[in-house]
T-cell receptor, first 118, second 112 residues
């Protein structure tokens, strides 16, 4: 079974330029997450989708970041304009809702996109 | 601010020894606990999930959970150099929420 797919794997842009990341979750996984990971830190949630609905975007800097998951499958995260401080690894993860009350479903990560803003 | 604390390490153990990795969390409402392994330059890989107090074993890995003391640990038996990586502890933010809070990770070094 294929894992979470992300592209591109690496992106180098100049500040103030736009950038977009794409993610395709594990087949059948209805929940999709975008995380940001800085060097030496754990991943931090940016946004979570259940099917096509964004159910938690409280950590997404909405002035420059946007995301969409139009058909409830693949997703795109966009930054416009990018700033120097946006340099990080952007991780996508997915999970399958097993409907088990009181338990958080296991999340599986894609390979990530390493963004460098010059 | 909900917190997940881990010793950053490095934790150095000889090959064949038991590596013990610890994690504490601040929210008593947390119900789900995960350990991820992250090799340098790679993304986190799920190793174990644990939801109930006690031990859960999977091969060389054992996760231990003590909700009263708010800690979760990961034991790696017969450590191998290939186990050298950063181990991330993740805990759900509170009761009945899917949001995970990650620790900063413990770097494990297994030397031959």
């Amino acid at each position: 079974e294929a894992g979470v797919v992300q592209s591109p794997r690496y992106k180098i842009i100049e500040k103030k330029q736009p950038v977009a990341f794409w993610c395709n979750p594990i087949s059948g996984h209805n929940t999709l997450y975008w995380y940001l990971q800085n060097l030496g830190q754990g991943p931090e949630l940016l946004i979570r989708y259940e099917n096509e609905e964004a159910v938690d975007d409280s950590q997404l800097p909405k002035d420059r970041f946007s995301a969409e998951r139009l058909k409830g499958v693949d997703s795109t995260l966009k930054i416009q304009p990018a700033e120097l401080g946006d340099s990080a690894v952007y991780l996508c993860a997915s999970s399958l809702d097993l409907g088990t009350s009181g338990r958080v479903n296991e999340q599986f990560f894609g390979p990530g996109t390493r963004l460098t803003v010059l | 601010q909900k917190e997940v604390e881990q010793n950053s390490g490095p934790l150095s153990v000889p090959e064949g020894a038991i590596a013990s990795l610890n994690c504490t969390y601040s929210d008593r409402g947390s119900q789900s606990f995960f350990w991820y392994r992250q090799y340098s330059g790679k993304s986190p890989e799920l190793i174990m999930s644990i939801y109930s107090n006690g031990d859960k074993e999977d091969g060389r890995f054992t996760a231990q959970l003590n909700k009263a003391s708010q800690y979760v640990s990961l034991l790696i038996r017969d450590s191998q150099p290939s186990d050298s990586a950063t181990y991330l502890c993740a805990v759900n933010e509170g009761y009945n929420t899917d949001k995970l809070i990650f620790g900063t990770g413990t770097r494990l070094q297994v030397f031959p």
